[in-house]
């Protein structure tokens, strides 16, 4: 260490510098967050590797920028949901219409519980799909990724009340889908 650097900070004459966040540690401690969040949002399975390589390219240049490290996870959140966003007016104006793919089987468990794993998943994203962005941005937030709803709120730039207001617009819209689906017997349970 410089010696005038450490005799500063032994004086208490300058500030100790922050603890840098290295993308490297970023993207490996938080891809599988983006990409959850990415599909949760409504990306298609076949967009969601090249959306999360936009997203840290997103992180790589605002990285120095982030203030507040503790807040790392609404951050990325936000940049996913923008992202997603712009996937979707994309995807609007190519007049495509979002279907969710079928993942894979893997080999852990029996076929019908893939299948049943597979179909209530379906619905999970079909209905996401059709929540207006910011009920679906308030409600994984909260309801998938767990995050306090102050968090939330600050991720989404809105008031406090206001996020709670809409997760619980979400709550309905999804519960009123599933009645429906249950009374037309598109979901057995």
């Not at 290295?22 to 993207?27: A, K, M, Q, R, W």
């Not at 936000?78 to 979707?88: F, V, W, Y």
């Not at 968090?151 to 406090?160: D, H, R, T």
Request: with cysteine.
């Amino acid at each position: 260490m410089d010696t005038s650097i450490g005799e500063e900070l032994e004086s208490g004459r300058a500030d100790p510098l922050p603890v840098a966040l290295e993308l490297v540690d970023v993207f490996d401690a938080h891809a599988t967050y983006v990409g959850r969040t990415l599909r949760c949002l409504g990306v298609r399975e076949r967009e969601v590797a090249d959306a999360i390589q936009e997203v840290f390219l997103v992180v790589h240049r605002r990285l120095p920028e982030l203030r507040n490290p503790s807040a790392l996870r609404s951050w990325l959140y936000a940049i996913c949901l923008r992202k997603a966003m712009s996937l979707r007016r994309k995807a609007a104006r190519r007049r495509e219409h979002a279907v969710p793919e079928l993942p894979e089987a893997s080999d852990e468990q029996t076929p019908h519980d893939e299948l049943v794993r597979t179909r209530a998943l379906a619905v999970a994203l079909e209905i996401l799909g059709d929540l207006d962005d910011e009920k679906r941005a308030v409600f994984v937030l909260y309801e998938v990724e767990q995050l306090p709803m102050s968090e939330v709120a600050a991720a989404i730039e809105v008031p406090l009340q206001t996020a709670y207001s809409r997760l619980y617009a979400a709550r309905r819209e999804i519960e009123r889908r599933l009645l429906r689906m249950k009374a037309r017997g598109q979901v057995d349970r």
